[in-house]
């Protein structure tokens, strides 16, 4: 059989197919006949990074020593709920991520407070959970930001990791950060 019948099927069905079809087509030929490889595809696909991260927090109008500081804070809440095999798993979905817990920001200069800061310093004392998630509202406090800011920070890392290749640090972190708000 002659190359020349197969080139006009090829070309014909190239030049009538919309250019979506088109392309999708043409991966699929090249894919059968070993011209190019997914592997390829898959390496140029972006991946998330504490980078990437830290960038989409600054539409909330903080410095960058306060995402560093906030997200670190919330990085370590998350590093210290999670086993170490489950965190080795985030570090290698979200890289940078064992870096930034250089950046947790240094409560332990800070006085008890009175009120309900002094409660929860109090109530702490017998819960583990209680304890963690007040020091992540300390550091907040101590690098200025509310405690407020804690649930959009946690708003903004969902959103980002709400991508194909964020989907597994991102339920990681979910798992965590569900002791945090609930």
């Known amino acids: 059989m002659s190359t020349k019948p197969i080139a006009l099927l090829l070309s014909s069905a190239l030049l009538f197919s919309a250019p979506s079809h088109a392309e999708g087509?043409?991966?699929?030929?090249?894919?059968?006949?070993?011209?190019?490889?997914?592997?390829?595809?898959?390496?140029?696909?972006?991946?998330?990074?504490?980078?990437?991260?830290?960038?989409?927090?600054?539409?909330l109008g903080v410095t960058e020593a306060q995402i560093q500081g906030g997200l670190a804070a919330i990085m370590n809440f998350v590093s210290n709920n999670i086993s170490s095999e489950e965190f080795n798993q985030l570090a290698e979905a979200l890289p940078g991520s064992k870096e930034l817990l250089d950046a947790v920001p240094d409560i332990s200069q800070l006085k008890s407070g009175s009120g309900l800061s002094g409660l929860l310093d109090k109530a702490s004392e017998?819960?583990?959970t209680l304890k963690a998630a007040n020091d992540v509202k300390k550091q907040f406090e101590v690098?200025?930001?509310?405690?407020?800011?804690?649930?959009?920070?946690t708003?903004?890392?969902?959103?980002?990791l709400d991508?194909?290749?964020?989907?597994?640090?991102?339920?990681?972190?979910?798992?965590s950060l569900s002791k945090l708000l609930g």
């Not at 690098?143 to 920070?153: K, W």
């Not at 989907?167 to 972190?173: H, L, T, V």
């Open 155 to 160: 708003t903004k890392i969902q959103e980002y």
């Open 163 to 175: 991508t194909p290749e964020g989907a597994q640090a991102k339920q990681i972190i979910q798992d």
């Open 126 to 128: 017998y819960s583990d």
């Open 143 to 153: 690098i200025g930001l509310s405690p407020e800011m804690i649930g959009q920070y």
């Open 25 to 59: 087509w043409l991966e699929s030929l090249k894919s059968m006949l070993g011209i190019g490889t997914s592997e390829s595809q898959e390496a140029e696909q972006p991946q998330a990074s504490i980078e990437g991260l830290m960038a989409s927090l600054k539409s």
